[in-house]
Nanobody, 124 residues
Framework: QVQLVESGGGSVQAGDSLRLSCAASGRTLGFASMGWFRQAPGKEREFVSG????????IYGNSVKGRFTTSRDNAKNTVYLQMSALKYEDTGVYYC?????????????????WGQGTQVTVSS
């Protein structure tokens, strides 16, 4: 059993930065890759970023590429999402999730544990 808790969301102006954290408890993240997803009002959940089990590889959705950076600290059982140059279009609820694989996956169905989400609101 793994519990994931996101934190760091808030309301900011366009161009600002936020750092989201995802703390895991219950079990260590171990060899699982991790992902960040977001869901804006009226839209489907969207893949934001993924990081492999070791933190050696990352991938990003096209809409955030070059602006967001994900990392992990397995000793702290924590995953991070550094968001820069935020846009109004980045507004949404951000979720971290644990996958069933060691490599990165963009498919929601490959993730078995999800956090409760943290709200990010960007004003233009």
């Amino acid at each position: 059993q793994v519990q994931l808790v996101e934190s760091g969301g808030g309301s900011v102006q366009a161009g600002d930065s936020l750092r989201l954290s995802c703390a895991a408890s219950g079990r260590t993240l171990g060899f699982a890759s991790m992902g960040w997803f977001r869901q804006a009002p009226g839209k489907e959940r969207e893949f934001v970023s993924g990081i492999d089990w070791r933190g050696a590889a990352t991938i990003y959705g096209n809409s955030v590429k070059g602006r967001f950076t994900t990392s992990r600290d397995n000793a702290k059982n924590t995953v991070y999402l550094q968001m820069s140059a935020l846009k109004y279009e980045d507004t949404g609820v951000y979720y971290c999730a644990r996958s069933t694989q060691v490599s990165i996956t963009t498919e929601e169905g490959d993730y078995d544990y999800w956090g409760q989400g943290t709200q990010v609101t960007v004003s233009s």
